[in-house]
């Protein structure tokens, strides 16, 4: 069993930039890929970036890239979405997940965070 919880969402301005955490119970954390993923209002769940248990194989979705970076701590159980050059089509509840695979879609998850609200303004 994981538990997760997210940090660090909020408002910022577009252009701005955001640094959310998410922190994993247990002791097994580096076996487990983990994931970001995004809802909007009135949208449907995406996949925003994944990093293998071994943090040295990353993805992202295209809307992200270049501008969203993920990296994990394994020795503090911890992974982290450093988002930059933020834009008002990001504004979504960022979840975390964590699962066997560092898949693109939210079934290939077990475990899953609470959310956080990141709101980027125009």
């Known amino acids: 069993q994981v538990q997760l919880v997210e940090s660090g969402g909020g408002l910022v301005q577009a252009g701005g930039s955001l640094r959310l955490s998410c922190a994993a119970s247990?002791?097994?954390?580096?076996?487990?890929?983990m994931g970001w993923f995004r809802q909007a209002p009135g949208k449907e769940r995406e996949f925003v970036a994944a990093?293998?248990?071994?943090?040295?194989?990353?993805y992202y979705a295209d809307s992200v890239k270049g501008r969203f970076t993920i990296s994990r701590d394994n020795a503090k159980n911890t992974v982290t979405l450093q988002m930059n050059s933020l834009k008002p089509e990001d504004t979504a509840v960022y979840y975390c997940?964590?699962?066997?695979?560092?898949?693109?879609?939210?079934?290939?998850?077990?475990?899953w965070g609470q959310g956080t609200q990141v709101t980027v303004s125009s």
């Open positions: 990093i293998r248990g071994s943090g040295y194989n990353t």
């Open positions: 247990g002791r097994t954390f580096s076996s487990y890929a």
């Open positions: 997940a964590a699962g066997r695979v560092a898949g693109t879609h939210g079934y290939e998850y077990d475990y």
